[in-house]
């Protein structure tokens, strides 16, 4: 999996930051997740391609998490776009849309779905063969979902040597990556564990933002590889996180702990600070692995 920062702040574009945007490489999908205003220029300064993108997930309607969405549907339609866009958004995003390209009078020319999400409870949203995706339900200010990207476990791994000792024909590799017993060529059954090893661990990554400290979403996040906690705030700050329904590091960091992810991605920061590293150096009093976002920053898992 290959997770593009392309903007990690919160609240408004500036010179040099982003709000919320960021693009998972997962099983040969682009998704992407959020949009915030300048989401089309940073995918064009990331040379991420477009046309690659047919799914978009949106957490909530708050602007610095969607407004770039309406610019990027429009300048797709400018490109001669003709594959099929997903949205998954909470609802009332479509009734936002749609009246914006009513009023411009300009409608797609490709298909564009809304799938629209009300579930105040994670359900399966996205699933193909080798992936599946998930909401997480945050604790934010308005109706508000994270996004489990998971990927489904994979074909068993042939033990060449194996193989060939005992003699099995080419014909059978494809049954014996799926698990079954096969015969070799002395038309004798072969035991599947004997020539084949266990399909690699399937990956997992969580995108969590906005949200209040919140332990419900724990069992639904555990033990994955890569965790995106909004950690808007520092310590110094705290008192501000419980109204605003916001999060500090420490508290992401104390998620992690918790669901045992192995790895913290921090971002979603308040643009107040001017040195990120302090909330690494707050994260890592709970929790070791801990990296920060940047726009732009590249991370691979
Ligand atoms: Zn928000």
Redesign the pocket.
């Known amino acids: 999996m290959k997770l593009n920062i392309l903007g990690c702040y919160?609240a408004t574009p500036r010179t040099f930051t982003n709000p919320t945007s960021q693009v998972l490489e997962i099983k040969n999908h682009l998704f992407l997740i959020d949009c915030g205003e300048g989401t089309q220029v940073q995918l064009r300064k990331h040379k991420i391609k477009f046309n690659r993108i047919k799914h978009i997930f949106i957490s909530?309607l708050?602007g610095?998490?969607f407004f770039g969405l309406v610019g990027l549907i429009s300048t797709f339609r400018l490109l001669g776009r003709e594959a099929d866009l997903y949205i998954h958004a909470p609802k009332g995003l479509k009734e936002v849309i749609v009246l914006q390209m009513k009023l411009a009078q300009s409608w797609t020319n490709y298909n564009l779905y809304f799938h629209e999400l009300t579930s105040t409870s994670s359900e399966l949203i996205f699933e193909d063969e080798k992936v599946e995706v998930h909401t997480i339900p945050l604790d934010?200010?308005?109706y508000?979902n994270g996004f489990l990207f998971k990927e489904k476990i994979g074909e068993r791994k042939l033990d060449m040597n194996a193989v060939l000792n005992e003699d099995i024909d080419v014909a059978y590799y494809r049954k014996l990556k799926q698990g079954a017993d096969v015969p070799n060529k002395k038309g004798e059954i072969v035991k599947n564990q004997m020539v084949t090893l266990p399909a690699p661990q399937p990956k997992s990554y969580a995108f969590c933002s906005?949200t209040a400290y919140n332990e419900a979403l724990v069992p639904i996040i555990k033990n994955a590889t890569a965790l995106y906690h909004e950690s808007t705030f520092l310590e110094k700050h705290a008192k501000l996180a419980a109204p605003t329904k916001h999060s500090t590091a420490v508290q992401a960091a104390t998620i992690a702990k918790l669901a045992n992810v192995e790895q913290l991605i921090l971002g979603h920061y308040s643009t107040r600070y001017d040195n990120l590293q302090d909330f690494k150096i707050e994260a890592q009093t709970i929790f070791n692995n801990v990296e920060l976002a940047e726009d732009g920053k590249v991370f691979e898992f």
């Open positions: 919160s909530h708050h610095d998490h934010h200010r308005i508000t906005d």
